[in-house]
């Protein structure tokens, strides 16, 4: 019965995220300012998409020392990618703790920029559990309750992937693990129908519409879990 319930409990969350991928991908890219540097003249086509390649690598990379030249030769550090991802979201996503810190460091940074996902460099932390480029991010002001356009917030990405120290850190800068986005999912509710019973455990325990008799989830399969999707590239 219980294994049926997950099954069942596995399928909706599919089909639920299946549903936001597609409407997601219907979305316009996010427009990126043009690159021009300190001569203030635009790079032409060729050039600026050389450049943006050059450049998104280093924020991957956590190469400091490429993204500060970047900058000191005048260009903006919000770029976007193809994608719609601003450097300073692709950081953070990959934890590239000395590029977020250089950026951060820049007056024109977009802390709050969405990509086309809807995600901000924080949600993007927050998912793939970088903790010490997510403190960065919260310390430089960012919102930890920043919210995508069906209302899902850093700390329901962070329960989706099973990131229990990162939930604590989003909790303790006043994101709600309560919050529900619009299709009625909350942290909790993503922590259990993923099967992160340790993050259950740690959400749940302070969540309002937790039930302490609910099934406790048994172990699913990596097809049947959700944390590796290229929200961020």
Request: net charge negative.
């Given at each position: 019965?219980i294994?049926?319930?997950?099954?069942?409990?596995?399928?909706?969350?599919?089909?639920?995220l299946?549903?936001?991928?597609?409407?997601?991908?219907t979305?316009?890219?996010?427009?990126?300012p043009?690159?021009?540097?300190?001569?203030?003249?635009?790079?032409?086509?060729?050039?600026?998409?050389?450049?943006?390649?050059?450049?998104?690598?280093?924020?991957?990379?956590?190469?400091?020392?490429?993204?500060?030249?970047?900058?000191?030769?005048?260009?903006?550090?919000?770029v976007?990618?193809?994608?719609?991802?601003t450097?300073l979201?692709?950081?953070?996503?990959h934890?590239?703790?000395?590029?977020?810190?250089?950026?951060?460091?820049?007056?024109?940074?977009e802390i709050?920029?969405?990509?086309r996902?809807?995600?901000?460099?924080?949600?993007?932390?927050?998912?793939k559990?970088?903790?010490?480029?997510?403190?960065?991010l919260?310390?430089?002001?960012?919102?930890?309750?920043?919210?995508?356009?069906?209302?899902?917030s850093?700390?329901?990405?962070?329960?989706l992937a099973?990131?229990?120290?990162?939930?604590?850190?989003?909790?303790?800068?006043?994101?709600?693990?309560?919050?529900t986005?619009?299709?009625?999912?909350?942290?909790?509710?993503?922590?259990?129908?993923?099967g992160?019973?340790?993050?259950?455990?740690?959400?749940?325990?302070?969540?309002?519409?937790?039930?302490s008799?609910?099934?406790?989830?048994?172990?699913?399969?990596?097809?049947?879990?959700?944390?590796?999707?290229?929200?961020?590239?």
């Amino acid at each position: 019965m219980i294994r049926r319930m997950l099954k069942y409990c596995s399928v909706c969350t599919a089909l639920l995220l299946t549903i936001i991928l597609i409407t997601y991908a219907t979305l316009p890219t996010p427009a990126s300012p043009p690159l021009q540097g300190k001569s203030g003249v635009r790079l032409d086509a060729q050039s600026e998409a050389a450049l943006i390649k050059v450049v998104f690598q280093a924020a991957r990379d956590n190469d400091m020392k490429t993204i500060s030249e970047y900058l000191l030769e005048g260009f903006t550090p919000n770029v976007r990618s193809e994608r719609g991802d601003t450097l300073l979201t692709v950081a953070a996503y990959h934890g590239s703790d000395r590029v977020i810190a250089t950026l951060l460091t820049h007056q024109e940074i977009e802390i709050e920029a969405r990509n086309r996902m809807g995600l901000t460099a924080v949600s993007a932390a927050a998912f793939k559990g970088h903790d010490v480029a997510l403190r960065q991010l919260l310390d430089a002001g960012a919102s930890p309750t920043a919210a995508n356009t069906v209302n899902q917030s850093a700390i329901m990405f962070a329960a989706l992937a099973g990131r229990t120290s990162t939930v604590q850190i989003l909790r303790d800068a006043g994101a709600s693990d309560s919050r529900t986005d619009d299709f009625g999912n909350s942290a909790d509710s993503l922590a259990r129908s993923q099967g992160t019973p340790e993050t259950m455990s740690h959400v749940s325990s302070s969540s309002p519409e937790y039930q302490s008799d609910a099934p406790v989830p048994l172990e699913l399969s990596g097809d049947e879990r959700w944390i590796d999707i290229p929200y961020v590239q």
